[in-house]
């Protein structure tokens, strides 16, 4: 049974690989056995950092920076994948951005910026490499509560992760046939950077764990397992689901 857990022999892209969750998903998914290439963008301190603590636990993580959202940074990608990775066995979208603000004092650039990387760079990530999944391939896709759920200052990031989620239901049946498994995977409050952009954060933090059944926030490598769960041959009847693990607080009402 352990074996349909392995993901030995996988080579698996995962963007924003190299912090917060898309951190902790490249380090478990290498320790199971694949080979992952971390998509990054801004912090090369950052990838050099995961890429040395993988050396030296002995596994295989390669990083390659490329903005995802430009034109010439999907060519970079495209060219980096194409030298090394021809194919590939999976990817998982970790790659996120947005604007914690009130509604109104958003506009149009906020609006572009965030749907840019958080679906548009899927939706042309999943279409250029359509042709390189290998058979039996997974897609996995990171949303959040805010798809969902109305979050303060959550707008334009809760609505792109709901889009992000309607768009992988649709790849799904489309791409069961190609033997491409596609599925969600939507922490609930994790600890990582992210809440520093947060103008409440110490406060809807307190919230977070004062409501969660675990009495705790999740941890970063409890959704790094889950990712590993789907993207393994354990949920290979799996197609289109959303997964979330937040420890029970949706259930809450």
């Not at 951190?23 to 995961?50: C, M, P, Q, W």
């Not at 596994?59 to 940074?73: F, Q, S, V, Y």
Request: include cysteine; charge should be positive; glycine fraction near 10%.
């Amino acid at each position: 049974m352990g074996d349909m857990f392995s993901l030995k022999g996988k080579k698996i892209l995962v963007t924003g690989g190299t912090r917060g969750v898309g951190r902790a998903i490249s380090l478990h998914f290498a320790r199971a056995g694949a080979t992952v290439i971390a998509n990054y963008v801004r912090d090369a301190a950052a990838a050099e950092k995961l890429q040395a603590e993988a050396q030296a636990a002995g596994t295989a993580i390669e990083t390659c920076r490329a903005d995802l959202t430009h034109e010439k940074g999907m060519e970079n990608l495209m060219e980096f994948l194409g030298a090394h990775f021809p194919t590939l066995s999976g990817m998982v979208h970790c790659a996120a951005t947005g604007v914690h603000r009130k509604f109104g004092e958003l506009t149009l650039r906020h609006f572009d910026w965030t749907y840019a990387l958080n679906v548009r760079a899927f939706f042309d990530l999943v279409h250029r490499l359509l042709d390189r999944f290998e058979k039996g391939a997974n897609i996995l896709a990171v949303s959040s509560d805010g798809a969902t759920r109305a979050v303060p200052y959550y707008s334009l990031i809760g609505s792109s992760k709901g889009a992000l989620e309607a768009l992988v239901r649709h790849l799904a049946v489309e791409l069961a046939p190609r033997g491409i498994r596609v599925n969600i995977i939507a922490p609930g409050a994790v600890m990582t950077d992210a809440w520093n952009a947060m103008p409440d954060k110490e406060k809807r933090l307190a919230q977070a764990i004062e409501r969660a059944p675990l009495g705790r926030l999740v941890t970063l490598e409890e959704v790094a397992a889950a990712a590993q769960f789907l993207c393994s041959d354990a949920a290979a009847g799996i197609v289109g689901q959303t997964l979330v693990v937040d420890g029970g607080m949706r259930i809450l009402v």
